[in-house]
């Protein structure tokens, strides 16, 4: 939050004076603009400092008009980024496991998330690529209301593809033809 000079703390002699209303009172001396912000029970609060510049207005609000807007604009960009969720599967991984890595990846794609499924191949897993290609399309296509946002792609430790949540009214499964 930006940091604003009120009353005491200002130290410039000589400022521009708007008044709470917003209208302009003019050129006055620093402490003939606290006298008039006291007799108001208003702050005289310095909103630029080159040239100097107050206004008379109650600073308690404005701090939590500004903390407020500031809550705004993080809640916006937490809700704006697009979080990858990354999930690690082999071919030997049980049916128990793939349904429960499952029902995380639906709950994440209901929330908004990007998922991404890794496919990894170790040691001599490599000669059974095509086995790890089928296992992978065949769990990606169980998966609810979803959409591959790519295609498979080949990476050093084995595939991946990245999921999103299908904004298709049918509800309709995944493709995973891509």
């Not at 792609?153 to 995973?176: E, F, M, P």
């Amino acid at each position: 939050m930006k940091k604003f000079f009120i009353n005491d703390e200002i130290k410039a002699k000589f400022l521009k004076v708007i008044d709470n209303e917003g209208k302009i009172l003019g050129n006055m001396e620093k402490s003939q603009a606290l006298k008039l912000a006291n007799d108001n029970n208003l702050d005289l609060v310095l909103i630029n400092i080159d040239p100097p510049v107050a206004k008379i207005l109650n600073y308690s609000k404005l701090k939590y008009e500004m903390e407020k807007k500031e809550k705004e604009l993080k809640k916006k960009n937490r809700l704006q980024k697009n979080v990858l969720k990354e999930v690690n599967i082999r071919i030997s991984t049980g049916e128990w496991d793939l349904n429960r890595i499952r029902k995380r990846i639906e709950e994440w794609l209901e929330e908004g998330y990007k998922v991404k499924v890794n496919m990894l191949i170790k040691g001599r897993e490599i000669k059974y690529k095509t086995t790890a290609i089928d296992a992978l399309k065949l769990f990606v296509s169980s998966i609810k209301n979803c959409k591959a946002e790519t295609d498979f792609k080949n990476t050093q430790k084995g595939l991946c593809v990245i999921l999103v949540h299908q904004t298709d009214k049918k509800g309709t499964l995944c493709s995973a033809n891509r």
